[in-house]
C-alpha cells in the first residue's frame, strides 16, 4: 500500500471535523524525537499542505527542519504495519526504533 492510500484509509475512518492527517516530531523517546501521524481539525498557520491522491497531509511547522528531504512509506509484514521514514536528517535512533535525533 502506498502512503497516499493509507492516507485515504485513514480519512475515510476519520472523525467528521478532521481535515486531513498531521505529519509531527514531537519530543519523545530515549533519542528526542518521534514521528507521529494523527487527525488534524485545522491548520497552523506554519503547517506545510501537501494535498496527495488520499488526502490532505499536513507538516507541523515546528518539524519542517528535521524532516526537509525524508520520504515516507507504508509498510506491513506478518509483524508490524506503520508509516516508515527516511530521513538523511537523522543522526542515530534509539535501539527500538521509537525515536531519533538530529
Known amino acids: 500500500m502506498r502512503p497516499w492510500a493509507r492516507i485515504a484509509d485513514l480519512m475515510a475512518r476519520a472523525p ?5 492527517v498531521k505529519l509531527s516530531t514531537p519530543k519523545r523517546g530515549c533519542s528526542g524525537l518521534a514521528y507521529s501521524v494523527d487527525y488534524v481539525t485545522e ?16 507538516v507541523d511547522g515546528g518539524s519542517i527542519l528535521y ?12 509483524f508490524t504495519a506503520g508509516f516508515v521514514f527516511q530521513n538523511p536528517n537523522a543522526k542515530g535512533a534509539c535501539g527500538c526504533g521509537e525515536s531519533f535525533t538530529v
Open 43 to 58: 491548520a497552523k498557520p506554519f503547517d506545510e499542505r501537501i494535498d496527495t491522491p488520499g488526502g490532505t497531509l499536513f
Open 16 to 20: 467528521a471535523d478532521a481535515i486531513g
Open 67 to 78: 524532516l526537509i528531504g525524508s520520504t515516507m512509506d507504508w509498510v506491513e509484514d506478518d
